[in-house]
């Protein structure tokens, strides 16, 4: 804050008791600390540094996150793996994302984002390290499960970015956060390429020598956040910073970004694999087909931010989920043929989904999940704007075992039904049923509503809490 200003809000606060023709008005102090620095201390050239950093650093994060999709299929072909083992190989670094976001997600809040972050990049880029030393599948289990910690990137820059920008602004500055998502699609495009060029186990070495620079760069550059400046943190016991997830709706509020999130995660991480199998395509085209759903899903995430304060979460997830149940249903449909008896004999013909329309499908679905990942997540640092770090981690832990669990399934369908298209057969069933519990949460929430002669455009387990903890 420049000196002007200060010396100004400090005369505006000391002649609080004085008449009102000698008071500068409340609004105007205001309007001058907000001009000069959020909270006294945040500038915007801070708040841009803050984000942008955060903004790469998660992006690479969730590049090393999503390695195994490509590299996983060259080991499958090295150690000859069943399509069960490559699930859980693919999964094993969600399983570790998902714990470990509600743990550094805590540590954030308790103490310094900053360097929390940094400590995690740099863990991880060792253990990406150590994945290309593994000669066995038990070493590549062990060296995925520290991969992994990746995935709790986002509670933790969250937390941190969140802490810089006012109320008003920090939707806006999480959606643009969230597009880091996009490293799926990074990995997609670039990973295929460094795999034919120099091998599986030098392209784990690059990824790792990237995340290490990254956190390095992370520690010395970004800046210590407010809250961490003024020692709040310290002030809050573990318990109460852990009180609101005795809350049910945050568990309820959970379950929604099981869908929106374990489903993304779980398809960026198969789906260069399934196109691989069921069209045939080559490591390079697989991955830059993959991308065409990562990277456009990642990055809706930021209107989706938008759409969501315009129209209301309701709304938002009403299209989410429906349009993502007419996806996976056709998706789903496996190739058929038909025989109808005809008087002049039979009558065949076939039933298959072309490349080119699984990509308009895959596209479509992509951006249904990214209008549900902004509609569920944007409301933690409203709701729960001392608990970001705890509320986000169990949200995203949630999202996570979707991603963790979901990879699974897919690969335990695919082995015993032998059908490609099950994976999408389990993503409808389980959309289907978030709908169906939704959609009776808004209509019992409504009712609670009526009967007080309001509307509501929130998430029932938000707009009408009290009534609808039980249902």
Wanted: contains cysteine; hydrophobic residues 50%.
């Amino acid at each position: 804050m420049r000196p002007g200003s200060r010396r100004l809000v400090w005369y505006s606060e000391s002649l609080a008791g004085a008449p009102e023709a000698l008071r500068i008005p409340a609004s105007l102090s205001v309007n001058i600390r907000r001009s000069t620095n959020v909270d006294g201390t945040t500038s915007k050239a801070d708040q841009r540094r803050a984000l942008g950093l955060s903004t790469l650093a998660f992006t690479l994060c969730f590049a090393a996150w999503t390695l195994l999709s490509i590299i996983g299929v060259q080991l499958k072909q090295d150690l000859g793996l069943s399509e069960s083992q490559l699930g859980l190989l693919m999964a094993t670094p969600i399983l570790t994302g998902a714990i470990s976001r509600l743990i550094f997600g805590i540590l954030a809040d308790r103490f310094d984002g900053r360097r929390t972050f940094s400590l995690l990049m740099l863990v991880t880029s060792a253990c990406v390290y150590l994945l290309t030393l593994a000669s066995s599948y038990a070493m590549l289990l062990v060296a995925a499960l520290g991969m992994g910690l990746a995935g709790g990137a986002f509670t933790a820059v969250s937390t941190y970015t969140a802490a810089w920008f006012e109320p008003g602004r920090r939707n806006a500055a999480l959606g643009v956060l969230g597009a880091g998502n996009a490293g799926a699609g990074l990995t997609s495009l670039a990973a295929p390429l460094l795999l034919i060029a120099l091998g599986w186990q030098a392209t784990g070495q690059v990824y790792a020598a990237i995340l290490a620079v990254m956190g390095i760069c992370f520690l010395l550059f970004a800046r210590d956040d407010p809250r961490a400046k003024e020692g709040k943190r310290h002030s809050r016991p573990l318990l109460k910073q852990l009180a609101p997830l005795g809350d049910i709706r945050v568990w309820r509020f959970s379950l929604y970004y099981f869908f929106v999130s374990g489903g993304f995660v779980a398809l960026a991480l198969w789906l260069p694999h399934y196109l691989m199998e069921v069209y045939g395509l080559g490591i390079v085209a697989a991955g830059m087909a993959a991308a065409l759903y990562t990277i456009p899903a990642a990055l809706f995430r930021i209107p989706g931010g938008w759409l969501s304060n315009r129209y209301g979460a309701r709304r938002i997830m009403y299209w989410a989920l429906g349009g993502s149940l007419v996806c996976t249903f056709l998706l789903s449909y496996p190739p058929t043929g038909y025989v109808i008896p005809a008087v002049d004999g039979d009558i065949s013909f076939r039933i298959e989904m072309g490349l080119w329309g699984f990509m308009l499908l895959i596209f479509t679905l992509g951006f249904f999940m990214s209008l549900g990942k902004a509609a569920v997540f944007k409301h933690i640092p409203l709701y729960y704007p001392h608990h970001v770090g705890a509320v986000g981690g169990i949200t995203g832990l949630i999202g996570g075992l979707g991603g963790f669990l979901l990879p699974l399934g897919f690969g335990l369908l695919s082995d015993t039904t032998g059908i490609w298209q099950s994976c999408f057969m389990l993503l409808f069933a389980i959309v289907a049923c978030a709908l169906l519990w939704m959609h009776h949460s808004i209509r019992k929430a409504e009712r609670v509503e009526w009967g007080h002669h309001e509307e509501q455009t929130d998430l029932p387990e938000l707009s009408t809490p009290n009534q609808n903890q039980q249902g």
